[in-house]
């Protein structure tokens, strides 16, 4: 059994399964895939998957503003997020954090952004889903202001262990994708290998970052089974001690998705 615990099931390539999402879920589910967490990334596609999580009983969603999604000079409206927060198939919180490669001149609206989600986090105690790229120093800094009283997750993480421990010891968990299979992600292997395993997602970010064997190609959900696999070898586990242990770290850190 396992979790796709971040994937964004309203952009999939859907050609390898003729154009049919339905056909695509099938295939994860006939790989172990138990549970989808489809993740938003701004206001227009907020009811995109919410719709889906309605749709589907083994579908849940998130909701927030990535931080290359926002609009220019205007971070969103707190009300606007807690009420599209307020919803039964909404587990989380998010993507949300902070994304410097592409933006450094935006880094004040981000940060104005994240925190405003945060601020979400402790009104709704829903846990917070953090995109990071080259924001190392602010991204640490803004999590330990906030101190939340809830778990959160480092979605697609891509740093050193250094990074991922300091996340760990404010108690947030690390979610792996297929990046860890990758050529020249020894030190994210390295990463891979020392996180606790009660601290350990897996995920997809379909459409994105396909993994090893099928790099180069549309990700899909069913492709979580390659990461898990990869990740078990790594931690010298079986692949089913590892999605037994990381589909109840999912249920933990997004109870209402139990």
């Keep these: 059994m396992l979790v796709d ?20 879920l099938d295939a994860a589910r006939a790989r172990g895939v138990s549970q989808f967490l489809c993740i938003g990334v701004s206001a227009d596609n907020a009811r995109a ?32 997020l807690l009420g599209e927060l307020n919803h039964p198939r909404v587990v989380a919180i998010g993507e949300t954090g902070l994304d410097y490669h ?12 994240f925190r405003l989600h945060l601020e979400a986090a402790k009104v709704t105690g829903k846990p917070v889903i953090v995109h990071t790229r080259e ?12 101190a939340l009283p809830q778990a959160g997750v480092l979605h697609c993480f891509t740093e050193d262990w ?13 979610s792996l994708s297929g990046i860890v299979t990758f050529r020249n992600a020894e030190q994210l292997r390295e990463v891979a290998r020392q996180v ?7 995920e997809t970010d379909s459409p994105y970052l396909a993994p090893v064997p099928h790099r180069g190609k549309p990700n899909l959900p069913e492709y979580v089974r390659e990461v898990a696999e990869y990740l078990a070898v790594l931690r010298g586990v079986s692949f089913e001690t590892l999605a037994e242990q990381t589909t109840a770290n999912f249920r933990r850190l997004f109870p209402l998705a139990a």
């Design 5 to 24: 615990s971040h994937c964004h099931l309203d952009r999939l390539d859907l050609a390898a399964h003729g154009g049919s999402l339905d056909a695509a």
């Design 49 to 80: 998957v919410k719709d889906l999580a309605e749709r589907y009983t083994d579908v849940h969603c998130s909701v927030g503003v990535h931080p290359l999604d926002l609009e220019p000079g205007a971070a969103p409206a707190l009300d606007w």
């Design 102 to 113: 592409y933006e450094p001149e935006a880094a004040e609206l981000q940060q104005e952004a």
């Design 135 to 146: 924001a190392r120093a602010d991204t640490l800094a803004l999590l330990r202001e906030a």
């Design 162 to 174: 250094e990074m991922a421990k300091a996340a760990l010891e404010i108690g947030f968990y690390i």
């Design 196 to 202: 606790p395993a009660d601290r350990l997602l897996v």
